[in-house]
């Protein structure tokens, strides 16, 4: 019976220990997670198809922060189709992206002059 005991208190004691240094890891702060997340902010990049009638637009870009996007050269579309008339292929641009419903949406379209 003793031995029962000792067993069962040990067993308790491990158990507790196991299971309280993950719910520790978690309430700790995580360096990332205090880090202010990247605010969403003109990308630069470049023209290199325009699609009007599908609506959308081929960008070579740099990286998007807000996004967590390496450059690359991807498909987007357009919010709204009369943003393709501020542009035409091989035009420099800074633009706004952003991910909704499976899709990089561009929501805002600047020219560079």
Known sequence: MKQTKLLLAATAITLTSLFSIPVLAQTAPDQNQTEKAAEPSLTDGEVRKIDKEAGKLTIRHGE???????????????????MLDKVKTGDKVRF????????MIVTDIQPIK
């Open 64 to 82: 998007i922060k807000h996004l967590e996007m390496p450059p690359m050269t991807m498909i987007f579309v357009a919010r709204d189709k009369s």
């Open 96 to 103: 706004m992206a952003t991910h909704e419903n499976g899709q």
